[in-house]
């Protein structure tokens, strides 16, 4: 696995790296961080559709999680158990969803090009569209992150629904932006509702926060 140890570790233009360092972007109450470790954190995502939707993230800059270093891996292990199990046992579904970005320009339908996975509190096929437009790799049984694949130097598509083993695509075109939320959106029949940006969902994100604070450990 990738040390990165010439990655930069932060990135001043980068939301999900001033999230550590900047307390007025923090201090918000949708920002509320339900967990801070030593290598990520994990914050509910804008755009809620529902309640339960949060993204893990990596404290460090990196472009997706194939890059993240050997020593946090336990961390997250620990971690992406932890939320899954918490949605299956809160909400009864969950799907999880991750645009692997290589750099700015190459961003696989990720809107920020820093490591973060979502978990959204549905049942939601993905994969049965992806595989029909993406070339699949294979991840051995039991990993449950695209980290532990060696470094790609291909945009990727991770994805993991529920009872099923993770996958990955690789992204040989540019994709829209929010690739994937534009499919979750259309799958939950929220259509024009994909872009968190216009459609912040703010209440769910609170009602969020009241349900998983200091449960995600």
Request: charged share 25%; net charge neutral; hydrophobic share 40%.
């Amino acid at each position: 696995m990738n040390t990165a140890a010439n990655a930069d570790p932060f990135d001043v233009g980068c939301v999900f790296c001033r999230m550590k360092f900047d307390s007025d972007l923090s201090g918000e109450p949708e920002n509320e961080l339900l967990y801070s470790g030593e290598f990520h954190y994990v914050v509910c995502g804008l755009g809620a559709w529902i309640p339960g939707y949060v993204l893990l993230v990596t404290h460090r800059h990196f472009d997706n999680f194939s890059l993240s270093p050997d020593e946090s891996q336990s961390e997250f292990n620990s971690l992406f158990a932890n939320i899954e199990q918490l949605f299956l046992e809160r909400f009864g579904e969950v799907t999880v969803f991750e645009h692997g970005a290589i750099d700015d320009r190459q961003r696989a339908g990720a809107c920020i090009n820093h490591a973060h996975i979502h978990f959204i509190a549905r049942d939601i096929d993905l994969c049965g569209e992806l595989e029909r437009q993406f070339r699949q790799i294979a991840i051995p049984n039991g990993i449950s992150s695209a980290r532990h694949l060696p470094p790609l130097q291909t945009p990727y598509l991770y994805v993991k629904q529920k009872g099923e083993e993770s996958r990955v695509f690789l992204v040989d075109r540019p994709l829209t932006t929010q690739f994937l939320r534009r499919r979750v959106a259309s799958k939950l029949r929220m259509y024009k509702y994909w872009d968190y940006k216009l459609y912040p969902f703010t209440e769910n994100t609170m009602k969020t926060i009241a349900i998983l604070r200091g449960r995600i450990k």
